[in-house]
């Protein structure tokens, strides 16, 4: 499989907190994009960083990747409550394959 | 912004019967659609690509007679899950491209009885 791994599995943190999440994955990438997914609810499009690029940040979020070791974290800075939700990570290979992690549950206390 | 919506969100139904499931893109079209499935607590697992006017592409160990894809137009691709088991029970995902970008549908949530 080429799935990703994610850790932690699940992280629980206090509103305020910074939550750092990260991702790995097995081969070569064109991009790599995360996703929230509030439960029971379709994915929503977070942030895309390119292979050739080593960090992005969009609001409260910041995004690095290093290919050479073949990862990427998700840094979300002063959590809210709001921010509780499952994160994704998704490795895109080729035009149409996007391969996904397995998956961070945040939970952030109020 | 791109959207893509689903119907219907949830469905439950008995063992053996068939069950269509469909994902249009609103205000764009989309050449290609992705069906994934996604089991509680579990990651999303690509089940298919879903293209206009041409055969859907199977990934490997998804039964193609029993997971129906159609990508009659630019907008609208359906799953069918046909005779369904209560195994089948899952939240189905589909998604379309903009750019690079996936936008997903919110999911249908099939429960077979």
């Known amino acids: 499989s080429q799935q990703g791994e994610e850790d932690p599995q699940a992280l629980s943190i206090q509103e305020g907190e910074n939550a750092t999440m990260n991702c790995s994955y097995k081969?070569?990438?064109?991009?790599l994009q995360w996703y929230r997914q509030n439960s029971g609810r379709g994915l929503v499009h977070l942030i895309l960083i390119r292979s050739n690029e080593r960090e992005k940040h969009s609001g409260r979020l910041r995004v690095t990747l290093d290919t050479s070791k073949k990862s990427s974290s998700l840094l979300i800075t002063a959590s809210r409550a709001a921010d509780t939700a499952s994160y994704f990570c998704?490795?895109?290979?080729?035009?149409?394959?996007?391969?996904f992690g397995t998956g961070t549950r945040l939970t952030v206390i109020p | 912004g791109a959207v893509v919506s689903q119907h219907p969100s949830w469905v439950i139904c008995k063992s053996g019967t068939s069950v269509k499931i469909e994902c249009r893109s609103l205000?764009?079209?989309?050449?290609?659609m992705f069906w994934y499935r996604q089991f509680p607590k579990q990651s999303l697992m690509l089940m298919a690509t879903?293209?206009?006017?041409?055969?859907?592409?199977?990934e490997q160990g998804v039964e193609k007679d029993k997971f129906l894809i159609n990508h009659a137009s630019l907008t609208l691709s359906t799953l069918t899950v046909t005779s369904a088991h209560p195994e089948d029970s899952s939240f189905y995902i589909c998604?379309?491209?903009?750019?690079?970008?996936?936008?997903f549908g919110p999911g249908t949530r099939l429960t077979v009885l």
């Open positions: 998704a490795a895109q290979t080729g035009a149409n394959n996007l391969f």
């Open positions: 081969t070569s990438i064109n991009n």
């Open positions: 205000d764009f079209q989309a050449t290609t």
């Open positions: 998604s379309a491209r903009v750019s690079s970008v996936s936008i």
């Open positions: 879903s293209n206009e006017g041409s055969k859907a592409t199977y």
